[in-house]
């Protein structure tokens, strides 16, 4: 992130939308299919070699298609309605319930490749695959701390003029 959560606290929405939008709606569109094609040249010539993720390929192919259909229910609904200074509760109240399936998404990867571990003499696209996903759960962990604790609270509340019972 660029900017600390405080002071993006700061930012009005649509500066904030405009900064999700280019940092990580648009690298999680990047890091997936580089990544998806990176697990299956990995799977295909260590099959069999028990450091192997198998299964990544597919786990990121249907995070990948999870993480779209929330990215573009953001652009087309939320965001707009965050823009015009209304709070949209219901559709706030799934994004979140959908940044924790993301977060189950990141910890599968997580499990699936030993917290990143690369086997001994792993070759340069294993490497080149743990560095992306190193990225990509990083990425995607920022993406949803930035979405819950600034841009999906109510202006009063960030401002401290709120009990917290406008949630």
């Not at 997936?32 to 192919?61: F, K, M, T, W, Y």
């Not at 965050?82 to 559709?91: N, T």
Request: proline letters at 4%; a negative charge; glycine letters at 4%.
């Amino acid at each position: 992130m660029s900017r600390s959560l405080h002071q993006w606290q700061k930012a009005d929405n649509r500066e904030l939308i405009e900064f999700i939008l280019e940092r990580y709606h648009a690298m999680h569109r990047e890091q997936l299919p580089q990544a998806i094609q990176l697990a299956r040249r990995v799977e295909q010539a260590h099959a069999g070699d028990s450091n192997c993720p198998e299964g990544l390929a597919e786990h990121l192919s249907e995070m990948y298609q999870e993480l779209e259909s929330h990215m573009m229910k953001e652009e087309q609904i939320l965001f707009p309605m965050l823009e015009s200074a209304s709070y949209p509760q219901g559709p706030i109240m799934v994004m979140e319930s959908e940044h924790d399936d993301h977060e189950l998404a990141l910890q599968h990867i997580e499990k699936l490749t030993n917290n990143m571990t690369l086997p001994e003499g792993a070759c340069g696209t294993w490497t080149a695959l743990y560095d992306l996903l190193s990225e990509l759960v990083q990425d995607v962990r920022d993406h949803i701390e930035l979405e819950s604790r600034v841009l999906f609270v109510p202006e009063e509340q960030l401002a401290g003029r709120c009990c917290g019972g406008c949630q």
